[in-house]
Each structure stands twice: as C-alpha cells, then as structure tokens.
C-alpha cells in the first residue's frame, strides 16, 4: 500500500480492526482515527461529552449518529489529515454516518473501504479474550499476555479488560452490527470501493492480504474519478 491513503475499516467487532488499522497508519505515514479510542479517551478525561459516550459504549449500544458525526468532521477537517489521509477504524457503522462521510470527503475522496471478514465464533474468542493497556490502547489477549503480566510491553501501563468485553454487551454489539453495519458492505460495494479481506490467521498475513486487497480497489478505480488531494 502506497503512502498517503484515505481508508476506512469495517468488520464486525473483534475482527481486528484497531489491530490493522495501527499497522496500515505506521505503514502508509498517516493519521489513525478510531472513534471507540476517542470516545474511551474522552470518558477516562471525565469530560461531560465522555460520560455521556460511556453510558452507551458500557451497554454496547451505538453512540447517537449526531454526536458521533460532528466528532468525526472536526477530526478530519485538522491539517494533518487534510495534508496525508487518514484510517478511520469503526466509523462509519451506520447508513446515516456512511452518507454524511461522503458528503464530507466529496467524490473521490475514498481510496477503499477494508472489511475485514472473520467469523462470529471467532470473534467472540478474541473479543472475550481481549486486554487492552489502560494507557496506550495497545491490545493483547489472555492467550497472548504481555510479557510482564499485565504491564504493557510498550510503556509498563495497567493491561485490563475493557468495560464492553462483557458477555451481555458482546451480544448487543454483535447485535447492531448485524443490522447497522453490515448493510454498508453493500452500500461500499455499491461505489465500486470495497475489498474484502479473510481476517483468519497471523495479524502478519492479514496485513499482507490487506495491501493487496486495497491496491487492487485502488487499480480498479478510474483516474478521473479521484478528487483533488
Ligand atoms: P470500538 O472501540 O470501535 O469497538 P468495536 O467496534 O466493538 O471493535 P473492537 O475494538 O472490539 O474490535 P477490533 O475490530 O478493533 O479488534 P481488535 O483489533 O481489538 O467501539 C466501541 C464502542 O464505541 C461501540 O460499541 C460504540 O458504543 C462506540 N462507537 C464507536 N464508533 C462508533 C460509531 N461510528 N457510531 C456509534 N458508536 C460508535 O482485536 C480484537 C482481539 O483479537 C485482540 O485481543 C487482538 O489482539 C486479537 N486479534 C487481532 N487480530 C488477530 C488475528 N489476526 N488473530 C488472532 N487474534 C487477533
Ligand atoms: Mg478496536
Ligand atoms: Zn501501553
């Protein structure tokens, strides 16, 4: 993948996408924009808008689109962005947001939207098996410990569960998915910019295939159809 890409990342939690979506941004030298990472870090500040966030994130329900959107577009609009692209991880997870985005980046302003494709099953293990640096964001799993346990690796921070790994908000999440979220593989098909990517096997594997699948989306698309950068 060549530097300088404006992605998104979709795939049902679990999937891998903050794991990917770290990879693709220290890849391609551009900015990671997860709003769940947002969200989490407004709710740690305690600020009025965090808490507000926390009260739906810990039920696993989906941050009102209003809110979520006006986050976003303040996000994108900040020069770095605007100079290099972005990967947005879990945005957009709605029909309403999806619309809003291209309104927001114009036509052409969407090299590729990833799905990253793994199984229910598969998912539930990771996402029950997630912890996360309470610091950092950086993500392990019980059967991948950090190697102080649980000191994160990168900056010794505390490695804990987060609030929506829980059995009950796992089931909500899932739920949504399903009949928010995954519409839009359709809706991206539709615009002739989604590659779907097998998220089963090594996080090295995937990355490769991720490349590929984007390169090929990107070769696909007429040169006339791309906006100004
Ligand atoms: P968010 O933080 O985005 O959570 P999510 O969508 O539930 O996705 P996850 O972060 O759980 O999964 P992931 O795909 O990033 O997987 P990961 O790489 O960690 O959102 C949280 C909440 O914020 C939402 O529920 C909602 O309330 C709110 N929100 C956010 N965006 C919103 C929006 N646009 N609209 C409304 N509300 C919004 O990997 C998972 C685990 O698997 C890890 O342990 C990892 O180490 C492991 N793993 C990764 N890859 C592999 C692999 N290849 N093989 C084996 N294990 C792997
Ligand atoms: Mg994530
Ligand atoms: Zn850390």
């Given at each position: ?34 709003t769940g990472?947002m969200f989490?870090?407004a709710a740690?500040?305690?600020?009025p808008f965090g808490l507000k966030a926390k009260e739906f994130m810990k039920r696993g329900e989906l941050v009102p689109d209003d809110i979520v959107i006006g986050v976003v577009a ?16 879990g945005f957009p997870r709605t029909r309403v947001q999806?619309?809003e ?75 949504l998915?399903?009949?928010e979220t ?48």
């Open positions: 993948m060549s530097s300088g890409v404006r992605l998104l990342v979709l795939g049902k939690q679990g999937a891998g996408k903050g794991t990917q979506a770290v990879r693709i941004a220290r890849h391609s030298g551009v900015p990671h924009i997860s990472d989490r870090a740690a500040s305690r600020t303040e996000r994108l609009a900040k020069e770095d962005v605007v100079d290099v692209g972005f990967v947005l991880d999806a619309e985005l291209q309104r927001l980046l114009g036509p052409g302003g969407l090299d590729a939207a990833l799905d990253i494709d793994v199984p229910t099953d598969v998912v539930i293990d990771r996402i029950s098996g997630r912890r996360v640096c309470r610091t950092c964001g950086a993500t392990y799993h019980v059967d991948k410990p950090p190697k102080v346990k649980w000191l994160c690796d990168k900056d010794g921070g505390d490695v804990v569960q987060r609030e929506d790994d829980q059995p009950e908000a796992i089931k909500r999440r899932l739920e998915y399903e009949r995954g519409p839009l593989l359709e809706f991206y098909d539709g615009l002739g910019l989604l590659a779907t990517v097998d998220g089963v096997g090594e996080p090295d594997d995937v990355f490769d295939r991720i490349n590929d699948g984007v390169e090929t989306v990107r070769a696909l698309r007429l040169p006339s159809s791309r906006g100004p950068r």
